[in-house]
Nanobody, 116 residues
Framework: QVQLVESGGGLVQAGGSLRLSCAAS????????INWYRRAPGKEREFVAA????????YYADSVKGRFTISRDNAKNTVYLQMNSLKPEDTAIYYC?????????WGQGTQVTVSS
């Protein structure tokens, strides 16, 4: 059973930065994708960014493109989401998600709050 633990959330002023981490533990394998999603109060879950285990493919939602960067350190089984130029509308609970074929794992989420 894969376990995902997010960390790095917090309160930051608009224009500031945070780096989220998603640490994976349990069985190790290749050929997976890690996604970051977020859910703002009263809104649907929203895709944020994705990266392949190899690191040679990344994808971003238009709303974060140019401000957020997803990366991975396979030696540490950790994926990062560097968030710069944060806006109040980035306020949400951020979740990491590991997908491999039919396998689908989620972390518990980390709160990000951006004050104006």
């Amino acid at each position: 059973q894969v376990q995902l633990v997010e960390s790095g959330g917090g309160l930051v002023q608009a224009g500031g930065s945070l780096r989220l981490s998603c640490a994976a533990s349990g069985p190790t394998f290749r050929d997976y994708r890690i996604n970051w999603y977020r859910r703002a109060p009263g809104k649907e879950r929203e895709f944020v960014a994705a990266i392949l285990w190899s690191g040679d493919w990344t994808y971003y939602a238009d709303s974060v493109k140019g401000r957020f960067t997803i990366s991975r350190d396979n030696a540490k089984n950790t994926v990062y989401l560097q968030m710069n130029s944060l806006k109040p509308e980035d306020t949400a609970i951020y979740y990491c998600n590991l997908v491999r074929g039919s396998l689908d794992y989620w972390g518990q989420g980390t709160q990000v709050t951006v004050s104006s």
